[in-house]
């Protein structure tokens, strides 16, 4: 017989605590700027375009990573991609077990090198690769200009 | 230039440690390791590394703090923001620039003083496109661990044979900290956590502290050590944004092994590698690595993890120290602890779990969810 479970629990210890204050704003860039706001205000998905390699980028970035060349043109997403890889967390994100799964995905589009990883809005037991699906967005006044603008990726015809 | 580990030094690994600090854990490791190689490291050391990321360590500026439980006050140190086998390349290359000729690398984890150690993990996501969705950071693992298997067609079941194994393998281990005696079943029956990776699938975290002593042949030679050497070592970084970089293989591990096995001149890794110690923190990063260091073909590793080929007795044994699963998640310790692992079966000193007649081994580093950044050492004794 031996054990399994065991005390990681430092808190059950003699111990100080301590907190490190680490608050920020994140700069969402040159790149991020044109996707986000194309996001919010028109409810398309932009990609950076590298003509040199001939990629269209997304995330959009400022910068090639195969040729390290500047990118200045955008080209728009298709508005339909495909679940190119998914898990089904029982966990939400400080580890506490969740009462309803949650399906996330990598969802890739034809042409773009790339994707999204987002959360994939169907139940764990219709979650299956090569799905066909949309972004489901906020209503536009209800959108800031940020990822979480994309509630998550929906069913094409749901 | 030759370079060759002249001294082990570990603490046991543990899934928490009440007794000592972080630097007392340092401060034990170091003096084993002195001891082991015969080396004052006031006198007789030229270069100290560590290798630490501060957010794990609870602090900044890590390496301010380093010197004192190392022996290295007033002397040369510098922290490697990385993994440990990152850490053990900087020492081969300081020593190889002839500057230096005994340098003293170091890593350790002491992640049960982490209270939010999946706010840690989750801080490396990236804070514009990844972290704001509001995941656990696992789900990186549960998304590619799918990749893997759809793209190998490897099955769940190897996954749960590459767990049983590595904590069985943890029992032989005096200092790993989960040996368990753990059935493939059992695994498969474990709580779903981020699918298709279970509960058992996940590495816990643990304690610990390792340190190693390298030194120059002509340094080896006057200290009279044995060494192992280093015959080669390498390093890689795939694309850091989780969109664009490869889900099914372990390109920085591939690219690592490659430099790592030109330096060493080694051709024909399956023939000429005796035996592996590779991260396995999610149990299908073992199958992944192997494939990426060419020590099975694509799609293979599960296959031969289910057969047994990578158990103690198998053709290639695999993890021999229990690995991460059966030893406990040390975070940056996790590579220098796996060249220490390598380095103690060459010398023939690892006890209950040594490998008959091994002559040559590779030890290969990943650093964790989410990143893309992985080392591989070739270690070697004799000519």
Redesign the interface.
């Given at each position: 017989?031996?054990?399994?479970e065991?005390?990681?629990?430092?808190?059950k210890?003699?111990h100080w605590?301590?907190n490190?204050e680490a608050d920020?704003i994140?700069t969402?860039?040159v790149a991020?700027e044109r996707f986000f706001v194309a996001l919010r205000d028109q409810g398309k998905m932009l990609a950076s375009r590298c003509a040199a390699c001939g990629l269209d980028?997304?995330?959009a970035r400022l910068f090639c990573?195969d040729c390290f060349a500047e990118l200045t043109e955008f080209v728009d997403v298709p508005q339909e991609g495909r679940v190119?890889?998914?898990?089904?967390?029982?966990?939400?994100?400080?580890?506490v077990r969740l009462s309803r799964?949650?399906v996330?995905?990598?969802v890739t589009f034809q042409g773009i090198?790339?994707?999204?990883?987002?959360?994939l809005l169907v139940p764990?037991g219709r979650a299956r690769?090569g799905l066909a699906v949309r972004p489901k967005l906020k209503a536009r006044e209800d959108r800031v200009g940020?990822?979480?603008d994309i509630e998550g990726f929906e069913p094409v015809g749901s | 230039m030759r370079v060759g580990i002249i001294g082990i030094g570990m603490t046991a690994f543990r899934p928490s440690t009440p007794e000592y600090s972080w630097k007392e854990l340092m401060f034990e490791a170091a003096s084993r390791a002195y001891a082991d190689a015969d080396v004052d490291p006031r006198t007789q050391v030229d270069s100290f590394i560590t290798c630490a990321e501060d957010y794990y360590e609870g602090f900044g500026i890590f390496d301010e703090f380093t010197p004192d439980q190392l022996g290295g006050a007033l002397r040369r140190v510098c922290t490697v923001t990385g993994d440990g086998l990152q850490g053990l390349a900087n020492a081969f290359m300081q020593i190889q620039t002839g500057l230096i000729e005994v340098a003293v690398v170091e890593a350790h984890s002491k992640a049960s003083d982490l209270i939010t150690l999946e706010g840690i993990v989750e801080h490396a996501l990236d804070p514009i496109w990844n972290k704001p969705l509001g995941a656990h950071p696992f789900v990186v693992a549960g998304l590619e661990a799918d990749a893997f298997l759809r793209g190998t067609k490897t099955s769940p079941k190897a996954l749960a044979a590459v767990v049983a194994k590595n904590r069985r393998n943890g029992l032989r281990n005096p200092l790993a900290a989960y040996g368990a005696d753990v059935d493939p079943e059992h695994v498969l029956r474990s709580e779903e956590r981020f699918a298709p990776l279970r509960a058992l699938d996940i590495a816990n975290p643990a304690d610990g502290c390792v340190v190693l002593v390298l030194a120059s042949e002509a340094a080896a030679k006057r200290l009279h050590a044995n060494p192992v050497w280093v015959r080669g070592i390498g390093w890689a970084t795939d694309s850091p944004g989780l969109e664009t970089r490869d889900w099914v293989q372990a390109t920085y591990a591939e690219l690592a092994a490659r430099m790592a096995y030109r330096l060493a001149k080694v051709r024909r890794p399956t023939s000429e590698i005796h035996f592996a110690e590779v991260d396995d923190r999610f149990s299908y990063k073992e199958l992944q690595h192997l494939e990426a260091i060419g020590l099975a073909k694509r799609g293979e590793a599960g296959r031969k993890a289910s057969k047994g080929e990578h158990d103690l007795a198998g053709p290639l044994p695999v993890n021999a120290s229990g690995g991460s699963l059966g030893c406990g998640n040390v975070f940056e310790a996790t590579g220098l602890h796996r060249a220490a692992e390598v380095a103690l079966q060459l010398r023939g000193d690892a006890g209950t779990h040594q490998l008959d007649g091994v002559r040559v081994g590779v030890a290969q580093s990943w650093r964790f969810v989410p990143s893309s950044t992985g080392a591989v050492a070739v270690l070697g004794v004799g000519r």
């Open positions: 017989m031996t054990f399994l065991r005390t990681t629990d430092a808190r210890l003699r605590e301590g490190m920020y994140y969402s860039g991020g980028y997304l995330p990573e190119a890889g998914l898990t089904v967390a029982h966990l939400d994100r400080e580890g799964p949650q996330w995905a990598f090198r790339g994707g999204l990883v987002h959360r764990p690769v940020a990822i979480t | -």
